[in-house]
């Protein structure tokens, strides 16, 4: 099932959402346009192949335009319920004329329609499950803080494609923030023995690192030399090169380039 919240959307690309109608909708028109003359042109329609979910569609007041335009064709193949209010009606194609000043005025050519219905410009397109937001509700949506677990208007959505116990994962009062609670006490008991063990590792490495710092190759410490090589700039060859006496050295030679286990020795 697929729940679309077009709540609050007032822009789009028709051509997109036609796209996306095309795959949910069987064989059809999807997208028509009026004119100011009553003349009727078919806009966009879909082919034979056709994904099948349960639908529902969130709208209210502030959805616009192509979002108007999905919604309605939806309904009007029957694969979707609208649930929310009555969106904003503003479901007109236009033209943008530009005035001598500088500024454009937007005049309508035509007016969007649906399969099988007149334009809804002005008029909205009303939900077949009217549900209002709550004063409070409606500024927690406003704010972005109105969580899905207590959204009437998805609650209802989901009810209504036949699913009643809904879980929001890390919602509050969930599990979720005794586990947390929990894993937070692990967490720090670990990093108090990660501390502990770090330190006497550290203590480990120092003891043992003079000794075996001598037992490498002295070129393993010589940044300018590490830097010139990865470069290529040491003047040598691909199986050596020359060192600070201008003795050409090859790398097996020196410290096994290919086969010195560095985490042997280190080890």
Same mark, same amino acid.
């Given at each position: 099932? !697929?729940?679309?919240?077009?709540?609050?959307?007032?822009?789009?690309?028709?051509?997109?959402?036609?796209?996306?109608?095309?795959?949910?909708?069987?064989?059809?028109?999807?997208?028509?346009?009026?004119?100011?003359?009553?003349?009727?042109?078919?806009?966009?329609?879909?082919?034979?192949?056709?994904?099948?979910?349960?639908?529902?569609? !969130?709208?209210?007041?502030?959805?616009?335009?192509?979002?108007?335009?999905?919604?309605?064709?939806?309904?009007?193949?029957?694969?979707?319920?609208?649930?929310?209010?009555?969106?904003?009606?503003?479901?007109?194609?236009?033209?943008?004329? *530009?005035?001598?000043?500088?500024?454009?005025? !937007?005049?309508?050519? !035509?007016?969007?329609?649906?399969?099988?219905?007149?334009?809804?410009?002005?008029?909205?397109?009303?939900?077949?499950?009217?549900?209002?937001?709550?004063?409070?509700?409606?500024?927690?949506?406003?704010?972005?803080?109105?969580?899905?677990?207590?959204?009437?208007?998805?609650?209802?959505?989901?009810?209504?494609?036949?699913?009643?116990?809904?879980?929001?994962?890390?919602?509050?009062?969930?599990?979720?923030?005794?586990?947390?609670?929990?894993?937070?006490?692990?967490?720090?008991?670990?990093?108090?023995?990660?501390?502990?063990?770090?330190?006497?590792?550290?203590?480990?490495?120092?003891?043992?690192?003079?000794?075996?710092?001598? *037992?490498?190759?002295?070129?393993?410490?010589?940044?300018?030399?590490?830097?010139?090589? *990865?470069?290529?700039?040491?003047?040598?060859?691909?199986?050596?090169?020359?060192?600070?006496?201008?003795?050409?050295?090859?790398?097996?030679?020196?410290?096994?380039?290919?086969?010195?286990?560095?985490?042997?020795?280190?080890?």
């Amino acid at each position: 099932m !697929l729940v679309f919240d077009l709540r609050n959307c007032s822009t789009g690309d028709i051509s997109v959402a036609a796209s996306i109608l095309d795959m949910l909708l069987p064989e059809g028109e999807t997208i028509a346009g009026v004119d100011k003359n009553g003349k009727r042109t078919v806009l966009y329609t879909s082919d034979q192949s056709e994904i099948s979910y349960d639908i529902a569609v !969130l709208v209210n007041g502030n959805t616009k335009g192509v979002a108007e335009i999905f919604a309605s064709t939806l309904n009007a193949y029957g694969k979707a319920d609208i649930v929310g209010t009555t969106t904003a009606g503003d479901c007109a194609q236009t033209d943008a004329v *530009q005035l001598k000043s500088g500024d454009y005025v !937007l005049i309508p050519n !035509l007016y969007y329609v649906t399969k099988g219905q007149q334009t809804y410009s002005t008029t909205g397109v009303v939900p077949t499950n009217t549900v209002e937001l709550s004063l409070a509700d409606q500024k927690s949506y406003d704010s972005g803080t109105l969580e899905l677990a207590s959204d009437p208007q998805f609650l209802a959505a989901v009810k209504g494609l036949g699913v009643n116990d809904i879980i929001i994962p890390g919602g509050s009062g969930s599990d979720t923030d005794t586990d947390k609670k929990s894993s937070d006490t692990d967490t720090d008991s670990s990093d108090s023995d990660s501390s502990r063990g770090s330190d006497r590792n550290s203590s480990d490495t120092d003891t043992d690192s003079d000794s075996d710092t001598e *037992q490498l190759d002295p070129h393993w410490d010589d940044d300018e030399y590490w830097a010139s090589s *990865q470069s290529g700039n040491n003047d040598g060859g691909e199986d050596g090169y020359y060192d600070e006496d201008g003795d050409y050295v090859y790398y097996d030679e020196d410290y096994g380039y290919n086969d010195y286990d560095y985490d042997e020795e280190w080890d």
